[in-house]
């Protein structure tokens, strides 16, 4: 059974940093691409970042680039993401995906976690 866990999640304030982390297990980590999406109240899931299988190339929503970094361990199986000067508008839950494809698009991505709730206020 495949499982996608995040981590890291929390409340702070505007300017500060947290650092995400998703596990995965029951899948052969090294053979997907790994995206990170969110989806505030009200609102579609929207892509964030994605990493290849190498992790050697990454990918960024423009609302993040330059503040979010995404990396992956395929010996550890896990991914964080690293987010630097948070805003208010970065408030969603955000959630691990696993897909075969280097996709933007939700449908992309065949395996999810639960997601962790990432909350900046002002």
């Known amino acids: 059974q495949v499982q996608l866990v995040e981590s890291g999640g929390g409340l702070v304030q505007a300017g500060a940093s947290l650092r995400l982390a998703c596990v995965a297990s029951?899948?052969?980590?090294?053979?997907?691409?790994i995206a990170w999406f969110r989806q505030a109240p009200g609102k579609e899931r929207e892509f964030v970042a994605r990493?290849?299988?190498?992790?050697?190339?990454?990918y960024y929503a423009d609302s993040v680039k330059g503040r979010f970094t995404i990396t992956r361990d395929n010996a550890k199986n896990t991914v964080g993401l690293q987010m630097n000067s948070l805003k208010p508008e970065d408030t969603a839950v955000y959630y691990c995906?696993?897909?075969?494809?280097?996709?933007?698009?939700?449908?992309?991505?065949?395996?999810w976690g639960q997601g962790t709730q990432v909350t900046v206020s002002s």
């Open positions: 990493v290849i299988r190498s992790g050697l190339t990454t």
């Open positions: 995906a696993a897909g075969v494809r280097r996709g933007t698009y939700a449908t992309d991505y065949t395996y």
């Open positions: 029951g899948l052969t980590f090294s053979d997907y691409v």
